[in-house]
């Protein structure tokens, strides 16, 4: 069986039960790495792309649930209020971002950390417990990026070299109206803003699997700061959401 160099380092680590899949997760999530991607390359499938690898850790899944109602439910008064002020169009937009987070699966998701095995072979030290992982996953890159706007949510296809600018430019007339930045969510569930508008404006390459999220006015919406809420809550939502739909998940007993 062929071995990468950092795989067969990386075994030499660790007790021998690890080099095959065991019949319970193993004690640690690297070793729980090893052993899937030996049972792959044994069945003769493909390397773990480790940019839409993931794991789940279980503190994060027992709070997903409580943390995407409340956001629904936040997004979904946000709408009523900015509807009674007169603005049907924002309202519509926001009711439709509050519609697809309620729609959406809880689970399966992912912790936004580098937890594949490259970023934690780096330090062992920081090798999780499996006793605290819930799941561990990968996916097919999908064929599309998302992006949430003024209109909604939609997915437009990725095309190679595709960046921010380009999704901005494919996106309908109005879908960024009085807008200068967006959250750029990497298929790693790692976010950095980027400005758009010419006194602002940052490059922003985007990968397949990618989520923009136009970031809203802080002030002016019903309130005091429910855009700065919004915009830090749904992005940090974003983040624990899989990179792609073609998956591959090891749920942990």
């Keep these: 069986m062929y071995r990468t160099p950092l795989l067969a380092a ?3 680590l660790l007790p021998l039960a690890a080099q095959a899949q065991p019949a319970t997760a193993p004690p640690t999530l690297v070793e729980a790495w090893l052993a899937w991607q030996e ?3 044994a069945q003769g499938q493909p390397p773990f792309d480790w940019a839409y690898s993931y794991a789940l850790r279980e503190s994060d899944a027992a709070e997903l649930e409580r943390r995407q109602a409340r956001l629904a439910a936040e997004l979904e008064g946000l709408a ?5 002020q007169g603005k049907p169009s924002t309202a519509r937009g926001l009711a439709a971002w509050g519609r697809n987070v309620a729609e959406h699966d809880t689970l399966p998701a992912r912790t936004p950390e580098p937890l594949g095995l490259p970023a934690l072979a780096s330090d062992l030290r920081h090798n999780p417990a499996m006793r605290g992982i819930s799941l561990l996953g990968t996916c097919t890159p999908p064929a599309w990026i998302e992006a949430w706007t003024r209109h909604g949510v939609e997915r437009l296809a990725w095309q190679p070299g595709m960046t921010l600018d380009d999704a901005l430019a494919a996106l309908p007339a109005g879908a960024t109206r009085g807008i200068d930045s967006a959250v750029v969510i990497s298929p790693q569930g790692v976010r950095h803003e980027r400005g758009f508008a010419a006194w602002n404006h940052q490059a922003a390459p985007l990968a397949p699997g990618a989520r923009v999220v136009i970031q809203l006015p802080e002030r002016g919406l019903g309130g005091t700061r429910e855009g700065d809420l919004i915009n830090r809550e749904l992005a940090a939502w974003l983040a624990t959401r899989l990179p792609g ?3 591959s998940l090891w749920e942990v007993e």
């Design 10 to 12: 990386l075994l030499a």
């Design 39 to 41: 049972e792959r390359q």
């Design 80 to 84: 009523a209020v900015v509807r009674a």
């Design 245 to 247: 739909e073609d998956c």
